[in-house]
């Protein structure tokens, strides 16, 4: 793994393993991977007290407790969990 800081955000490289393909009596066999990524950062403070981003909304009312929770990759939507989906880039292409 290698990572890269932006003033924006930290960029993380990873190794993965290649796709692969292969014949077997007459039939191709092909095996594919893919990536779903979700991040939180938390800050802590001397005096023990944590800060968790992306934080849901004061007036949403999500208990802290579900800062702690590990990331659910079927839900996009998770308090306290960013995905590709809800922080994504934005498109400088237009």
Not at 7 to 22: H, I, M
Not at 61 to 79: C, T
Request: aromatic content about 12%; glycine content about 4%.
């Amino acid at each position: 793994m290698a990572q890269r800081p932006w003033s924006t955000g930290l960029e993380l490289f990873f190794k993965s393993t290649t796709a692969t393909s292969a014949s077997q009596m007459g039939a191709l066999l092909s095996t594919t991977y893919s990536w779903a990524v979700k991040a939180q950062f938390q800050l802590a403070e001397s005096g023990g007290k944590k800060w968790y981003f992306p934080a849901p909304a004061p007036k949403a009312l999500v208990p802290i407790s579900e800062a702690n929770k590990a990331p659910d990759f079927s839900s996009a939507e998770q308090p306290f969990w960013a995905s590709e989906q809800t922080h994504s880039a934005p498109d400088n292409t237009k």
